[in-house]
């Protein structure tokens, strides 16, 4: 096994065929490195190496709080050795999306490539080139391809018009409005000192966003915090921490946390003086909660029908959350992935000033559930290492909008309007024609909304890069695939999205698989092949050494011996307890110096489908929607434990744990004579899957869920035989730029 394997690395150009994972029981060495895939983990791997090959991983077993890595993290080994792993330099050679493609030598990639965007360049200027990373591993020297970035702009090749986050924009939105800031969060040791929490949309057990946050809900389990969570699924976290589920229909939870409002100020239990000393706008806001801006009073009854939750588990919660204090509302950023999902958030941040919440230890500031601390804010002596890609600025023409001074992005393009700005460009109002596109750590044509959209689009691209470790659905339409090694085969450092930042020191631990090479050293040898002389001066482990070196990291060698140094603060970091405990000297980052429930800003934009006051807007493809008549259901596509994204989907261990279907429940299954393991036809307008259906009772009749990350793969008829949801799912941006990735209506039916 281990000489196979062995053999083939050595002996040049064959492929690894068998993807058996070596054995030996022999002496190995144990390295320790860590794990940060794009679920914002940082978790520790132990890697047992023997001659070269990684034999055995192991994680954390050391003192609390551990970094415990989960299945995928475990599953390393099977994905390093893959026999899918792209080891070679390759071009197409058949059509676009067909995944036919033969080897050739870097010389010949990097010469096509430097050539094609030198073509590119002078024939239509520097916005045809489009550059496009993602999140695929969160290394910060080689992660989202900020190397290639800089060097596209060091060569004036690359204008970067794109902004917008899939995962929380409406979160953004609704924190840069009302609180002025997006560093919104506390840290999850803080949620010990609560006493109830809402976990609103939030599956921590299966998407972790920080390694230890489940740990801390258990531990506010054990010590008795109350914990409830809304939800239209009975997740793996409500099973495991919550004292009560209430589940909801999608797209519905302003209404709900809108008629809570109504419930509390009827029954007098905000904290008025909370909001006039904090907060601006409350009277316009209870004004249309109580019904005198539009003769609806937002009661109970008037969620019930919405929501599909009982007025009096309303009015109950209600109660619950404004008397019990300190009360952590956690929104999650699930439910903001959907039509006017920036009202959700909205609610939620004026529902935790209403109760006096914020800035307040075990409080909350009701804003979205990750991303939300600022390391800055941490502490004295906490820097931001540098990285090369900050070094130079990437993009010397157009900067990408600072939602700090232009907090709504104008003049650029949001990112979920990729694929029309592609297939339209200037005919269609965008700024440009995009000819070339470089991908790098991102598997775009599988993640961005309304595949058959997105592939039109790739298609009529002249010249398509991806760097990648696999034929993803994205390479296969590549021109050039360039192979890249994965953490384990590189040197780099990482914090994960993980508050306070645990870091972890990636020691290259094998030789690269293949040819493979790291993004830096790609980038170092294209800008060789540009004529670019001052790209790139130092090693990856001379630039993690400098970015260590401007980091607060004081006993650099103990890092790199033991691989990470967790962090732990003096006490919880609350956000915004400045602001709470002394106003006169420290004013919210708002134009009138205060939570803004009324956002003038909002106001002055105009838009009357974007209130200035958080609202209750019914949204495209709801349960009221006549289109509900041809597809009766609410599709979601949730974050699941057997992948990152779609990262791990071709991991035997991992496809194991889970085989990939949509989930339905049991009342809806029956009224369509589907049985459990059926293979059904899920579909709408844009376009149709068949998978397997797992019939559960752990989710809302009339919602179904399609774990999004699936490859998409379709079959000679165009019809995704992967199951990508996104082949459902529409590239259309809510007003305030929230993705509606979880605004959807399908039918589905026996295949
Ligand atoms: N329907 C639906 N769609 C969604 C979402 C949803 O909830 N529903 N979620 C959205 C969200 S929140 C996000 S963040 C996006 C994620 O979208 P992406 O960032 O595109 O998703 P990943 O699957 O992480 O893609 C990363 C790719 O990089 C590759 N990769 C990993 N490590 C490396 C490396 O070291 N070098 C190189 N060159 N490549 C590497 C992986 O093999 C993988 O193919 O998806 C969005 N799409
Ligand atoms: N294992 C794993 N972990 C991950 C990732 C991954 O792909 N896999 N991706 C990472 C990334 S980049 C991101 S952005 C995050 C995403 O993290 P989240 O967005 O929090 O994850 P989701 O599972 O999409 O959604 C969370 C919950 O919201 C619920 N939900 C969906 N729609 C609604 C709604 O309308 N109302 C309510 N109340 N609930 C709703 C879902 O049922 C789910 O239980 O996860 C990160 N962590
Ligand atoms: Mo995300």
């Not at 941040?349 to 804003?367: D, E, F, K, Q, R």
């Not at 010249?463 to 034929?471: D, K, L, N, S, T």
């Not at 106003?583 to 708002?590: E, R």
Request: proline residues 7%.
């Amino acid at each position: 096994m281990q000489d196979s394997i062995g053999k083939s690395q050595q002996g040049g150009r064959n492929m690894l065929e068998d993807g058996d994972i070596p054995e030996t029981d022999a002496q190995e060495r144990i390295i320790p490195t860590v794990c940060s895939c794009h679920c914002g983990g940082c978790c520790v791997v132990k890697a047992h190496v023997k001659d070269g090959i990684i034999t055995r991983i192991e994680t954390d077993d050391g003192e609390e709080p551990q970094l415990r890595a989960c299945l995928r993290g475990r599953a390393w080994r099977q994905r390093v050795y893959a026999p899918d792993r792209i080891k070679y330099p390759m071009k197409r050679i058949g059509a676009r999306g067909e995944g036919r493609f033969e080897p050739i030598s870097w010389d010949e990639a990097l010469d096509t490539i430097a050539g094609e965007l030198r073509r590119i360049r002078n024939t239509y200027g520097p916005e045809a080139i489009l550059f496009w990373g993602g999140g695929g591993d969160m290394g910060m020297l080689q992660d989202s391809g900020k190397r290639m970035a800089r060097l596209l702009a060091l060569m004036d090749s690359f204008v970067n018009l794109y902004w917008g986050i899939a995962s929380f924009e409406g979160g953004v939105f609704a924190d840069m409005s009302t609180f002025g800031t997006y560093w919104t969060g506390s840290t999850r040791d803080d949620l010990l000192n609560s006493r109830l929490i809402l976990m609103w949309g939030w599956d921590p057990s299966v998407t972790i966003q920080d390694t230890n946050t489940a740990w801390y809900l258990a531990q506010a389990r054990e010590a008795g915090v109350r914990i409830i969570s809304v939800d239209p699924r009975f997740t793996s976290s409500t099973a495991t921490f919550a004292h009560q589920w209430i589940p909801i229909w999608p797209g519905t939870d302003a209404a709900m946390l809108i008629a809570m409002a109504n419930v509390i100020i009827t029954k007098n239990l905000h904290d008025q003086a909370f909001l006039d000393k904090y907060t601006v706008g409350f009277d316009k806001f209870k004004e249309y909660v109580m019904g005198q801006e539009d003769g609806v009073p937002k009661t109970p009854e008037w969620a019930e029908p919405i929501t599909g939750v009982p007025a009096e588990t309303i009015r109950n919660l209600a109660h619950e959350y404004a008397k019990t204090k300190p009360s952590a509302l956690i929104a999650g950023i699930g439910p903001g992935r959907s039509a006017y999902g920036e009202q959700y958030h909205r609610a939620a941040i004026t529902l935790s000033a209403m109760t006096g919440n914020i800035g307040i230890p075990g409080g909350s500031s009701g804003s979205r559930s990750w991303g939300t601390v600022g390391l800055l804010q941490i502490g004295p002596g906490m820097k931001i290492p540098k990285s090369p890609a900050r070094d130079k600025p990437v993009q010397p023409k157009n900067k990408l909008p600072n939602r700090a001074t232009a907090p709504f992005g104008h003049g650029t393009v949001n990112s979920c309007l990729l694929n029309d700005a592609l297939l339209k460009g200037r005919a269609g109002g965008y700024p440009a024609d995009h000819k070339l596109m470089y991908i790098n750590n991102s598997n775009v044509l599988n993640q961005w909304p309304n595949t058959g959209k997105t592939v039109a689009a790739f298609k009529n691209l002249e010249f398509i890069v991806v760097e990648e470790q696999f034929m993803t659905p994205t390479a296969r339409f590549a021109d050039i695939l360039l192979p890249s090694t994965t953490f384990l085969e590189q040197c780099d450092l990482v914090m994960g999205a993980q508050m306070p930042p645990n870091y972890g020191y990636r020691t290259k631990v094998i030789e690269p698989l293949g040819e493979c090479k790291s993004q830096l050293d790609i980038a170092s040898a294209l800008a060789e092949r540009l004529g670019i002389a001052d790209f790139n001066d130092k090693s990856a482990d001379e630039w993690v050494e400098q970015m260590l070196q401007s980091s607060y990291v004081t006993d650099i060698p103990a890092l790199r011996e033991k691989g990470f140094q967790k962090i732990t603060l003096p006490e919880p970091h609350v956000a915004f307890r400045k602001q709470i405990e002394d106003p006169d000297n420290n004013p919210f980052p708002t134009p009138s110096g205060k939570i803004e429930i009324y956002s003038q800003v909002i106001a002055d934009m105009n838009k009357p489908d974007l209130p200035p006051i958080p609202k209750y807007i019914e949204s495209w493809e709801s349960r009221n929607d006549p289109l509900r008549a041809k597809y009766p259901l609410q599709l979601i596509t949730t974050h699941t434990r057997r992948r990152a994204h779609t990262q791990f989907d071709n991991i035997p261990w991992l496809r194991e744990l889970d085989p990939h279907s949509v989930g339905m429940n049991s009342t809806d299954a029956e009224a369509r004579s589907i049985k459990d393991g059926d293979m059904v036809r899920v579909f709408n307008d844009r376009g149709q899957i068949i998978i397997p259906v797992k019939i559960i009772e752990t989710i809302r009749p009339g919602v179904v869920d399609i774990p999004q990350g699936a490859w998409y793969a379709p079959d000679e008829n165009g019809i995704d035989r992967g199951g990508c949801c996104n082949v459902l799912t529409l590239d259309r941006p809510s007003p305030g730029w929230a993705w509606p990735t979880n605004t959807a209506l399908v039918q589905i039916e026996k295949a």
